[in-house]
């Protein structure tokens, strides 16, 4: 069983930047890739960012790649997400998950509960 709790999250201007947490319980942690989903009000859930188990290979979504990166430090079971040049529809609740696989389609063995990020003009 693995817990996820994200943290991080909170209101920023479009241009900013914030960093996302992900702290895991339980010590199954490094035995998952992780990936970070988001979904803005209105919207399905959406594929962000993913990492593999030892954290040597990321892949993002488009509208996100070469502002956000994510990363993870197994030693303290935490996945991060770094997010710069922040636009307003990076607006939404963000997701961590611990999957079974890669990409966007990939199936999550956990999810935590989410944290909202709100960017303003």
């Known amino acids: 069983q693995v817990q996820l709790v994200e943290s991080g999250g909170g209101l920023v201007q479009a241009g900013g930047s914030l960093r996302l947490s992900c702290a895991a319980s339980?010590?199954?942690?490094?035995?998952?890739?992780m990936a970070w989903f988001r979904q803005a009000p209105g919207k399905e859930r959406e594929f962000v960012a993913d990492?593999?188990?030892?954290?040597?290979?990321?892949s993002y979504a488009d509208s996100v790649k070469g502002r956000f990166t994510v990363s993870r430090d197994n030693a303290k079971n935490t996945v991060y997400l770094q997010m710069s040049s922040l636009k307003l529809e990076d607006a939404a609740i963000y997701y961590c998950?611990?999957?079974?696989?890669?990409?966007?389609?990939?199936?999550?063995?956990?999810w935590g509960q989410g944290t909202q990020v709100t960017v303003s003009s």
């Open positions: 990492i593999t188990r030892g954290g040597a290979l990321t």
């Open positions: 339980g010590p199954t942690f490094s035995n998952y890739p």
């Open positions: 998950a611990a999957t079974y696989g890669l990409g966007p389609r990939a199936k999550a063995a956990y």
